[in-house]
């Protein structure tokens, strides 16, 4: 890699204010910096600040376009943002992903849980001992340019005015400042420069840890994750507005209800929005067990304490667990109408689809490095805040379709995180157990002396670090965690030993062998930290290989029926595919194909990694078993 050309690129850009229903419209890029540690390169291009229109020369256009052709490698510092941006300048790279490295990825190889949360000028600080300063002199100079022109033309954030200073302060400006013309030059072609130093310092990093292997597989996720930005998921309008509607007349009872009891105990106007007087409540007058405490060291009322005290309370139902219940329930609901109304909800950000007015589109963020596991964060929609399971038919996934002509195939891995529990304690029960296909929630039920279901919520809560008051409130019996270690003494091993690990080290590896990072004051998360991570890992090896699968389809000659197979979103452990809606021997041979590159994605393990299908033929909450040989 060192005897190639490599050159350091970055992008300052705009977002837009409207969408287009094609795909995602990125930012606009307004000016774009370069290094390869010995040169540097800059064009900033005129905006005009009323309209937001960049005017670009075309032969500027073409000098970028020279530049970046000239070069083997190309560096970005998040190369998702940066390709998307210059694509919307007809400057396509999206033909030299295998090119493109970012050091964005590479920090997350290094140091999954960085303070720095990955950003570039705190990386060069810490490694490199580069100050900011030029940052901040940019923030000057646009807060002083946003004063000069009117309220309605400036943009949401500071961020999203970064080429004012040269339209307010430049020569032909409102207000000529020559101490202020150039400071986004100097600005962007400091980051270039960063980008270059820490792209040196990263790569010398990942050599001496031996985890290219590690980078190289995030970075062929990247064009996976440009796709699935690109493409998107359709919701239906009247299905959402009738589902907020439903959910605002659901939050009222439930408010009703939390009043009527706080009545009882002095509150004469409650208010479940009110942190103090539920805190007062639940504690004050209702004597709530103690489970959490806050930062500050008062008791906690976060979803986890309400889960906590819930399940202690269960047993000896009365005032202090209805009242629990019903809070928790009232702040999943909020939270899912927040998600269909509001600046940021799917109403708003909904693209509309052409000639189907009934119809939008989200189209939605991954971000690799968005969690200290292998795990992605999304919004957009926030896949962690989609239930698979919702009784109560106030679901989110009720409102999601699939395109006109289109059906979904859901294909989702099963028991993925317990598979991994037992290689990873190998604990020989339960790999035997999953060997031979057996039902692993009744082995435990019947070594435990629970039911069934009881049993499931056991094995989940172990794989999340259940601790001793969430099993016993689980099972109602005194010490259940050690009656659980009993049966299933290897996993409790694993647990002691990866908390030993994480106090020692400060950090666990995965299956594949990706090290991620543990708080220092959360050593006993350090076995879900290195289970989730290998379940992000799997999934990552599912995308990579699927999208490997479905390229090649696509410049196979054959019928265009194939090139309509696209994965559109990954939710949980999970990969949704958009087809069209005809069932057909092309059908069945794609899916089967998509099914082995699935289960053979998790081969390390050791153990089968099986996956389930689902057919989604109009709404994502009715979805229907599918069977595929």
Same mark, same amino acid.
């Given at each position: 890699?060192?005897?190639? /050309?490599?050159?350091?690129?970055?992008?300052?850009?705009?977002?837009?204010?409207?969408?287009?229903?094609?795909?995602?419209?990125?930012?606009?890029?307004?000016?774009?910096?370069? &290094?390869?540690?010995?040169?540097?390169?800059?064009?900033?291009?005129?905006?005009?600040?009323?309209?937001?229109?960049?005017?670009?020369?075309?032969?500027?256009?073409?000098?970028?376009?020279?530049?970046?052709?000239?070069?083997?490698?190309?560096?970005?510092?998040?190369?998702?943002?940066?390709?998307?941006?210059?694509?919307?300048?007809?400057?396509?790279?999206?033909?030299?992903?295998?090119?493109?490295?970012?050091?964005?990825?590479?920090?997350?190889?290094?140091?999954?849980?960085?303070?720095?949360?990955?950003?570039?000028?705190?990386?060069?600080?810490?490694?490199?001992?580069?100050?900011?300063?030029?940052? /901040?002199?940019? %923030?000057?100079?646009?807060?002083?340019?946003?004063? /000069?022109?009117?309220?309605?033309?400036?943009?949401?954030?500071?961020?999203?005015?970064?080429?004012?200073?040269?339209?307010?302060?430049?020569?032909?400006?409102?207000?000529?400042?020559?101490?202020?013309?150039?400071?986004?030059?100097?600005?962007?072609?400091?980051?270039?420069?960063?980008?270059?130093?820490?792209?040196?310092?990263?790569?010398?990093?990942?050599?001496?840890?031996?985890?290219?292997?590690?980078?190289?597989?995030?970075?062929?996720?990247?064009?996976?994750?440009?796709?699935?930005?690109?493409?998107?998921?359709?919701?239906?309008?009247?299905?959402?507005?009738?589902?907020?509607?439903?959910?605002?007349?659901?939050?009222?009872?439930?408010?009703?209800?939390?009043?009527?009891? *706080?009545?009882?105990?002095?509150?004469?106007?409650? $208010?479940?929005?009110?942190?103090?007087?539920?805190?007062?409540?639940?504690?004050?007058?209702?004597?709530?067990?103690?489970?959490?405490?806050?930062?500050?060291?008062?008791? &906690?009322?976060?979803?986890?304490?309400?889960?906590?005290?819930?399940?202690?309370?269960?047993?000896?139902?009365?005032?202090?667990? =209805?009242?629990?219940?019903?809070?928790?329930?009232?702040?999943?609901?909020?939270?899912?109408?927040?998600?269909?109304?509001?600046?940021?909800?799917?109403?708003?950000?909904?693209?509309?689809?052409?000639?189907?007015?009934?119809?939008?589109?989200?189209?939605?963020?991954?971000?690799?490095?968005?969690? &200290?596991?292998?795990?992605?964060?999304?919004?957009?929609?926030?896949?962690?805040?989609?239930?698979?399971?919702?009784?109560?038919?106030?679901?989110?996934?009720?409102?999601?379709?699939?395109?006109?002509?289109?059906?979904?195939?859901?294909?989702?891995?099963?028991?993925?995180?317990?598979?991994?529990?037992?290689?990873?304690?190998?604990?020989?029960?339960?790999?035997?157990?999953?060997?031979?296909?057996?039902?692993?929630?009744?082995?435990?039920?019947?070594?435990?002396?629970?039911?069934?279901?009881?049993?499931?919520? @056991? $094995?989940?809560?172990?794989?999340?670090?259940?601790?001793?008051?969430?099993?016993?409130?689980?099972?109602?019996?005194?010490?259940?965690?050690?009656?659980?270690?009993?049966?299933?003494?290897?996993?409790?091993?694993?647990?002691?030993?990866?908390?030993?690990? *994480?106090?020692?080290?400060?950090?666990?590896?995965?299956?594949?062998?990706?090290?991620?990072?543990?708080?220092?004051?959360?050593?006993?998360?350090?076995?879900?930290?290195?289970?989730?991570?290998?379940?992000? =890992?799997?999934?990552?090896?599912?995308?990579?290989?699927?999208?490997?699968?479905?390229?090649?389809?696509?410049? $196979?000659?054959?019928?265009?029926?194939?090139?309509?197979?696209?994965?559109? *979103?990954?939710? %949980? =452990?999970?990969?949704?595919?958009?087809?069209?809606?005809?069932?057909?021997?092309?059908?069945?041979?794609?899916?089967?194909?998509?099914?082995?590159?699935?289960?053979?994605?998790? /081969?390390?393990?050791?153990?089968?990694?099986? @996956?389930?299908?689902?057919?989604?033929?109009?709404?994502?909450?009715?979805?229907?078993?599918?069977?595929?040989?």
């Amino acid at each position: 890699m060192s005897a190639q /050309k490599v050159l350091a690129a970055d992008t300052e850009g705009f977002p837009p204010r409207q969408q287009n229903e094609d795909r995602r419209t990125p930012n606009t890029p307004f000016a774009v910096s370069a &290094s390869d540690g010995k040169n540097l390169w800059y064009w900033e291009w005129r905006v005009n600040y009323k309209t937001r229109k960049v005017t670009i020369p075309s032969e500027e256009l073409s000098e970028v376009i020279s530049l970046f052709d000239s070069y083997d490698r190309i560096v970005f510092h998040n190369a998702g943002y940066d390709v998307s941006s210059l694509q919307s300048v007809d400057i396509d790279l999206t033909k030299r992903w295998e090119d493109i490295d970012d050091t964005i990825l590479m920090s997350h190889v290094l140091e999954s849980n960085s303070l720095t949360r990955h950003r570039l000028k705190e990386l060069c600080k810490i490694h490199l001992d580069i100050d900011s300063s030029d940052e /901040k002199e940019l %923030h000057a100079a646009v807060v002083s340019a946003r004063r /000069k022109i009117p309220l309605k033309w400036r943009g949401p954030a500071v961020e999203s005015d970064y080429f004012l200073p040269r339209e307010v302060f430049g020569p032909d400006g409102l207000s000529p400042n020559p101490r202020w013309e150039r400071v986004l030059q100097k600005y962007s072609q400091r980051d270039a420069e960063r980008e270059w130093m820490i792209y040196c310092h990263f790569i010398e990093g990942l050599r001496q840890r031996k985890a290219f292997a590690l980078y190289e597989r995030e970075r062929k996720l990247l064009p996976v994750i440009y796709d699935l930005e690109n493409r998107g998921m359709t919701f239906c309008v009247k299905t959402a507005n009738r589902l907020s509607k439903k959910l605002k007349k659901e939050l009222e009872s439930l408010d009703l209800k939390v009043c009527s009891i *706080a009545e009882k105990y002095g509150f004469s106007n409650f $208010n479940c929005r009110s942190y103090p007087q539920k805190n007062a409540l639940i504690y004050g007058k209702l004597n709530a067990p103690r489970v959490k405490r806050t930062s500050k060291g008062s008791q &906690s009322i976060d979803v986890d304490a309400l889960e906590k005290i819930q399940k202690l309370t269960e047993h000896k139902k009365g005032d202090l667990y =209805d009242v629990v219940s019903l809070l928790r329930s009232y702040g999943k609901l909020k939270t899912r109408n927040g998600y269909l109304e509001g600046s940021g909800g799917y109403l708003t950000l909904g693209v509309p689809v052409k000639d189907d007015r009934t119809r939008r589109i989200l189209y939605p963020s991954y971000n690799q490095v968005g969690t &200290s596991t292998t795990r992605f964060s999304s919004s957009n929609p926030n896949g962690q805040n989609i239930e698979k399971v919702d009784e109560s038919g106030l679901g989110l996934r009720s409102v999601f379709f699939p395109r006109k002509d289109s059906w979904w195939y859901c294909v989702d891995y099963s028991q993925l995180e317990l598979r991994i529990l037992a290689v990873l304690a190998k604990e020989t029960s339960l790999i035997k157990c999953f060997r031979d296909n057996e039902d692993v929630h009744q082995l435990t039920a019947d070594r435990c002396g629970i039911s069934r279901s009881e049993a499931k919520n @056991v $094995n989940y809560a172990t794989t999340y670090g259940g601790g001793t008051v969430r099993l016993e409130a689980m099972t109602g019996i005194k010490n259940f965690k050690s009656i659980f270690f009993s049966a299933y003494p290897q996993v409790e091993q694993f647990l002691q030993s990866s908390v030993a690990k *994480a106090r020692k080290d400060r950090f666990i590896e995965t299956k594949f062998g990706y090290r991620l990072y543990v708080p220092s004051e959360r050593p006993y998360a350090s076995s879900n930290y290195c289970i989730q991570g290998t379940a992000g =890992d799997v999934l990552k090896n599912a995308m990579i290989a699927v999208h490997g699968y479905l390229e090649r389809l696509q410049d $196979n000659p054959l019928p265009v029926f194939e090139r309509k197979f696209r994965l559109i *979103a990954c939710i %949980h =452990d999970e990969l949704i595919f958009e087809a069209p809606n005809v069932e057909n021997k092309i059908t069945k041979t794609i899916l089967s194909g998509i099914k082995s590159c699935m289960e053979r994605a998790g /081969k390390e393990l050791g153990i089968l990694t099986p @996956v389930d299908f689902s057919i989604v033929k109009d709404n994502w909450s009715n979805k229907e078993d599918y069977h595929v040989d």
